[in-house]
């Protein structure tokens, strides 16, 4: 298994009226954690671009236990469970400064080849990056 953490602080823009994260703000978090974790094996998404490779998200989940305030720094942890073949799946965990669990995640990404628009599988630049 994978697992990387990463933090990041809530911005005022990021909140309702409340001080509370807006939910849709939660996947945004979430891809700060896998591109931070991928600039970690030396890999961005712009370089997969220049390689002719694009990763969309073809399925997104989230449990909301608690809330995410206005200046609050989170910890984002991300675990990866399998090797990826076609697709890379993802669990996520956010929790305030304190320690406390406040989201948990599901993402599923697809490799595809930007020219065909068809899945693909993972890059042997990636894959050989990642130790399990």
Known sequence: M???STKARIR???TDQMGVVYHG???QYFEIARTEWLRTLGI???DMENE?????????????????KYDDIITINISIKKPPVVKIEFDYEI???????????NSVLAFMNMKTGK???CPDYISDRLVF
């Open 44 to 46: 961005t998404y712009k």
């Open 25 to 27: 703000n939660y996947a």
């Open 2 to 4: 994978i697992q990387f």
């Open 119 to 121: 899945p693909m599988k």
């Open 95 to 105: 929790l305030n400064e304190g320690g406390k669990l406040l989201t948990t995640g």
């Open 52 to 68: 002719g490779v694009m990763l969309p998200v073809i399925s997104l989940s989230f449990k909301f236990l608690d809330s995410a």
């Open 12 to 14: 005022y823009g990021e």
